[in-house]
T-cell receptor
Framework: GAVVSQHPSWVICKSGTSVKIECRSLDFQATTMFWYRQFPKQSLMLMATSNEGSKATYEQGVEKDKFLINHASLTLSTLTVTSAHPEDSSFYIC?????????????FGPGTRLTVT | AQTVTQSQPEMSVQEAETVTLSCTYDTSENNYYLFWYKQPPSRQMILVIRQEAYKQQNATENRFSVNFQKAAKSFSLKISDSQLGDTAMYFCAFMKPFPRDDKIIFGKGTRLHILP
């Protein structure tokens, strides 16, 4: 199956700093990528949808100036958490799909654990 | 807006037994997909099984099968001959296919423990 990677797998940063998380599709072209947030023992909450070459669409309640998403190529999307605070500590998961194919399947990355101290 | 409800936060069964996880959803759409995802302790999301709403036949993948009741908006997962490796969080999920928005909406999950 298709593979999606995320980097880093775990990051610790200080409050007030920014941190970037990468999501890469390794063997297919990801026209669309999705970013999720997951708190401990909770479900995945969709944060935003990004399409290659265009601005991301954020879900209601998600601060677009805080969670900057860039999808500059067909294999890479990045999520930057700006001016991070302890409440931003969470598990962030990306998924990707190729909308040019009839496949409906989304492929999930392994996730990134963010801890803000 | 679509919603997905999983009414069983946690379940435990003995190894080799059969277990059924419940899921209901709400939508006004006629064409959509339903999924069951597994999230083991590694937290990697794994697709277990999928169902296209336009197909009446219930999907089956080895030991995993679903009972899809479209009119009742019910989508339960049956795991037969459960194994220790089935211990995980299971999420029921809904998606409207592209060109709608193909966003996956997840239920709150059911934590399944398979006991030796």
């Amino acid at each position: 199956g298709a593979v999606v990677s995320q980097h880093p797998s775990w990051v610790i940063c200080k409050s007030g700093t920014s941190v970037k998380i990468e999501c890469r599709s390794l063997d297919f072209q990801a026209t669309t990528m999705f970013w999720y947030r997951q708190f401990p023992k909770q479900s995945l909450m969709l944060m935003a949808t990004s399409n290659e070459g265009s601005k991301a669409t954020y879900e209601q309640g998600v601060e677009k100036d805080k969670f900057l998403i860039n999808h500059a190529s067909l294999t890479l999307s990045t999520l930057t958490v700006t001016s991070a605070h302890p409440e931003d500590s969470s598990f962030y998961i990306c998924s990707a799909r190729d909308r040019t194919t009839p496949s409906y399947e989304q492929y999930f990355g392994p996730g990134t654990r963010l801890t803000v101290t | 807006a679509q919603t997905v409800t999983q009414s069983q936060p946690e379940m435990s069964v003995q190894e080799a037994e059969t277990v059924t996880l419940s899921c209901t959803y709400d939508t006004s759409e006629n064409n959509y997909y339903l999924f069951w995802y597994k999230q083991p302790p590694s937290r990697q999301m794994i697709l277990v099984i999928r169902q296209e709403a336009y197909k009446q036949q219930n999907a089956t993948e080895n030991r995993f099968s679903v009972n899809f009741q479209k009119a009742a908006k019910s989508f339960s997962l049956k795991i037969s001959d459960s194994q220790l490796g089935d211990t995980a969080m299971y999420f029921c999920a809904f998606m409207k296919p592209f060109p709608r928005d193909d966003k996956i909406i997840f239920g709150k999950g059911t934590r399944l423990h398979i006991l030796p």
